[in-house]
Nanobody, 122 residues
Framework: VQLQACGGGLVQAGGSLRLSCAAS????????MGWFRQAPGKEREFVAA????????YNADSVPGRFTISRDNAKNTVALQMNSLKPEDTAVYYC????????????????WGQGTQVTVSS
């Protein structure tokens, strides 16, 4: 599967952004989808994931209640709605896919999107 992420940009603290990821392929609904992020000088970290089977969403402890992941299997897309953004949310955000399961570990991701930059100014 190929993933194409978009929607990043520059926003002031407290603002919102919506990231979107479009996936190719006819089996999108069978993939667990997720978002990770990587700030300069830091390791890539889990942000949120949504299961393939029942659409259950999971958030990292660092973004409870501020970020919401969703998917549209009819359109082969997954989105990340980010509210109440903070400067520490600044990072490159990556869309991720794994057949049949979700994961919070970057090493278990099967497919990565190209990344989209999110910058939050104070």
């Amino acid at each position: 599967v190929q993933l194409q992420a978009c929607g990043g940009g520059l926003v002031q603290a407290g603002g919102s952004l919506r990231l979107s990821c479009a996936a190719s392929g006819r089996t999108f609904s069978s993939y667990g989808m997720g978002w990770f992020r990587q700030a300069p000088g830091k390791e890539r970290e889990f942000v949120a994931a949504i299961s393939s089977s029942n659409g259950v969403a999971y958030n990292a402890d660092s973004v409870p209640g501020r970020f919401t992941i969703s998917r549209d299997n009819a359109k082969n897309t997954v989105a990340l709605q980010m509210n109440s953004l903070k400067p520490e949310d600044t990072a490159v955000y990556y869309c991720a896919a794994r057949p049949n399961r979700i994961t919070s570990r970057p090493r278990d991701v099967s497919y990565w999107g190209q990344g989209t930059q999110v910058t939050v100014s104070s």
